[in-house]
Every structure is written in structure tokens, then in C-alpha cells.
């Protein structure tokens, strides 16, 4: 009987089927995205093994003396167990030609003016960094700069910076870690020249890869018209590429630059007002930049995250309400189209709770429809918008994520809307008198 009801008015259910499917993909689809985003935010901030980070203000590098800072910290043997001084920034590297690789195999040419224009140019993520002071930081096989955690194969020889040592006069190591995409895209292999490449074109100096790192970066989409890839290169090598290294008598006056400063707490410090009492004397010492704790940085997190998640159920629920609204019409409508066949249901006994149910179960079979045509469509179309984004960004992370508990709670909540939403059009047709609208309809 039911099937005969519904085919006999098919359009109009087939279309409160299709209103309840959208208003439940679209409650699905940004609840997952909201979960995708937490889960990304949380790996990114939970995979970090630094307790305090020290920071420029601005995006240009501004803590001066990074080298010696980072010593002077790590001397603290009472409150530091390491200090990290790091230089981020993009630049541009030269991939040369594979007659002039072969040629370069066993050298690092310097002046190299016979290059230029004979190399491939790609725009880079730079990390400068000192090796001896980054491998407290290595954990699990890896290193994370800027929320970022890159797999190491392999790692730099010279522990030391002596490029800096010596005043940026002698001591070049040439040493770069790259991008295993980078890598790829170039044909390269360990021991290959890489060039850097200044922004009127001119080649500078040169590399020699001694690593890969692995990144989430898929050297695809949005992400490789601005990055590439990723490289890692001796701190002071990258200062005096870029002018941050000796001082200018046309500049600031100020050296030895770098972006930020990662430290690593004793666990004497894990204490809230030690912490405190620490914090305030580095703030003192670094004066105009910030001093980050990674609490500070996962309350953050937090604040964006619930941000997203309250967004997203104030637009699904709006969407779940308009499809109650809207299956709440069309029942009533069913029903002012039933009113004879109800009046006549009344007037040979049936109970009004026995119609008021009915009414009730012919909602719950659109909504269990809608729910699981919504249900069905979700998992293709947010893997699908998934990859596109993943493509797009060229991010490897999840954007949506979907699972079958989250789809069961998400339909649940659609059940319970629909019984909301039946009250008026069941009620309605509970109350329909014995015989009133075929008494109307003679009336007429």
C-alpha cells in the first residue's frame, strides 16, 4: 500500500526524496571537511618536537645573531636541552642541462657565468639551517619546520657552520637536501650540482645534493605555482646568499639573520610558572618578537578549528531545517489530498494514533531515501572533491573525512528532524472527523 501511495503521487516524493538527499550531503560534507581540517591542524601541531618557538614578527627574518643566540641558549643547560636557529624563505635553484651536469659532476664552479640561462629554474622553499644543532630536533626519521614534517634519507656530512665561522670567507660545504619530487622531476642523484639562481637570473653558486627529504607537498596544483619543492642548505651558506650573513655598510648593520628560533625544554621545565618565569626572561632578551609555547600554538588550532566547526552546523542544520520544512509541505499537502480516504479510515474505527503513525512512517521512508541516497552520493562525490583538491593545493592531506559512525550520528539527527517536522501534517491528519470532508464534498 504504501509503494501504491507513493508511485501514485511519484513526482512529488521524488523530489522531497532529492530536497532531504541535498539538505544530508550537505550536513555530511561540511561536518567531514570540519573533522578533515581538525585531524590535519592536530597531526600538523602534535608532530612538532619543539616547546618554544622564538619569531620574527613580520615575514622578512629579523632575529639577529642566530648562530651565537642559539649557543647562548643551549648553554642554559638548566631550563634548554637544544636551540634550532632557522632561515625560511623562497628562492630560486638551477637544475643544469645534462651536458653541463656530467661536466659539473666532480666540481662546484665558482664564478659560473658560463651557466646562465643554460639550467631549468625552479622556485623553492629554502630552510638554512645548522646540522649539528637540527639533529636534536630529528625525530622518527624526520624534521619539522613551520608545522611541515619532511622525511630525511640521508643527512648533511659537516655538522658545524663553518661557512660562518669564518665570516662568510671560506668554508663553503655546498651541501643541499631536496626534494624528492624535485628529485624526481630532474633526473638528479646524489652528488649532482644544483645552482642557486639570483632573481635577474644570474647563477651565484652552486650545491651539491647529499639528501632527500619527503614532504606532503605533491608538487602539484596551486602549491607548485608558488613552491617546486623543498630544500635544506647550511644556515650561513644561505645567509650570505640572500644578505643576511656579514654586515653591509649600505644595509641595516645587522647579521647573521634568521626567522626563527626552535627550543626544547628540560623536563624540569614542564612546571606552568617555571614556563612562565622562562618565557618572560626570553622575551626580554628578544625584544620585538614572539615567543610562541606549543600550548599556545595548539589553543590557536583549537580557536580556528571550533570556529570551522561551529560554521559548519550552523549551515547544516539550516540545511537540515529547510528539508524539514520542506517534507513537513509536502506531508500536508498529502494529506489535504488524503482527506477523504482519512475521513473515511476515522469514520470505520481507525484510531487516530493508528493515522498519526502512518503519516509518521510515510515521512520516515522519504527520509530513510533521502538519507541513504545523500549517504551514497556523499562517498563518491567528497572522494572525488577530495583528490580535486588534493590535485588543486597540492597538499597530501584528507580535506574530508568520512566515517561510518559519523554517518550513522548524522542520521540519526535527520531521523529526529523528521519526527519534529511530521508533528504538524500528522497531527493534521489525526484530526481529520468521520465523514467531515466527504460531507464538505457533497456540500459543494
Known amino acids: 500500500m504504501i509503494g501504491r501511495r507513493f508511485m501514485k503521487r511519484w513526482r512529488r516524493n521524488l523530489l522531497t526524496v532529492l530536497a532531504l538527499s541535498i539538505s544530508f550531503l550537505m550536513v555530511l560534507s561540511l561536518s567531514s571537511l570540519s573533522r578533515g581540517m581538525d585531524r590535519a591542524a592536530r597531526g600538523a601541531s602534535g608532530s612538532t618536537p619543539r616547546d618554544i618557538v622564538i619569531a620574527s614578527s613580520g615575514s622578512a627574518p629579523s632575529i639577529e645573531f642566530a648562530h651565537s643566540k642559539s649557543l647562548e641558549l643551549i ?179 645587522r647579521e647573521d639573520l634568521c626567522s626563527a628560533i626552535y627550543v626544547d625544554l628540560t623536563d624540569e621545565m614542564s612546571a606552568a610558572a617555571s614556563r612562565d618565569i622562562f618565557m618572560s626572561g626570553l622575551r626580554e632578551r628578544f625584544p620585538g618578537h614572539k615567543v610562541v609555547t606549543s600550548e599556545g600554538r595548539i589553543y590557536r588550532l583549537e580557536e580556528e578549528v571550533l570556529i570551522l566547526t561551529v560554521f559548519s552546523f550552523g549551515v547544516g542544520g539550516t540545511a537540515l531545517l529547510i528539508g524539514g520544512l520542506f517534507l513537513s509541505a509536502i506531508m500536508i499537502m498529502d494529506v489535504e489530498d488524503r482527506s477523504r480516504d482519512l475521513s473515511i479510515m476515522r469514520a470505520i474505527g481507525i484510531s487516530r494514533t493508528r493515522i498519526y503513525l502512518e503519516v509518521l512512517r510515510d515521512s520516515l521512508v522519504l527520509a530513510f531515501l533521502g538519507t541513504l541516497l545523500g549517504a551514497l552520493s556523499g562517498d563518491i562525490l567528497l572522494d572525488g572533491l577530495d583528490s580535486y583538491l588534493k590535485d588543486l593545493y597540492g597538499l597530501n592531506i584528507d580535506f574530508f573525512v568520512m566515517d561510518g559512525n559519523w554517518v550513522v550520528i548524522t542520521a540519526l539527527s535527520m531521523v529526529l528532524f523528521v519526527a519534529v517536522f511530521s508533528l504538524v501534517p500528522g497531527m493534521r491528519a489525526a484530526m481529520m472527523g468521520p465523514g467531515k470532508e466527504w460531507n464538505g464534498a457533497k456540500g459543494r
Open 75 to 253: 648553554s642554559d643547560t638548566r631550563n634548554v636541552t637544544a636551540a634550532m636557529p632557522v632561515l625560511t624563505l623562497i628562492g630560486r635553484l638551477g637544475f643544469p642541462a645534462d651536458d653541463w651536469k656530467a661536466a659539473l659532476k666532480g666540481t662546484l664552479p665558482s664564478p659560473m657565468k658560463g651557466l646562465d640561462g643554460r639550467y631549468v629554474a625552479e622556485s623553492t622553499g629554502l630552510v638554512g639551517l645548522v646540522p649539528g644543532l637540527a639533529r636534536p630536533f630529528v625525530k622518527d626519521g624526520g624534521l619539522v619546520i613551520r608545522s611541515e614534517r619532511m622525511g630525511l634519507e640521508g643527512f648533511f656530512e659537516e655538522d658545524g657552520s663553518p661557512f660562518h665561522d669564518s665570516n662568510y670567507t671560506s668554508g663553503w660545504t655546498g651541501e643541499l637536501m631536496l626534494d624528492e619530487n624535485l628529485v624526481r622531476s630532474h633526473s638528479l642523484e646524489i652528488g649532482d650540482p644544483v645552482l642557486y639562481i639570483s632573481p635577474d637570473g644570474r647563477v651565484l653558486d652552486a650545491f651539491r645534493l647529499k639528501g632527500l627529504l619527503k614532504t606532503s607537498l605533491l608538487g602539484g596544483g596551486l602549491t607548485s605555482q608558488l613552491l617546486g619543492g623543498v630544500a635544506l642548505a647550511h644556515l650561513g651558506e644561505l645567509q650570505f646568499l640572500e644578505g643576511y650573513g656579514p654586515r653591509s655598510g649600505g644595509g641595516t648593520g
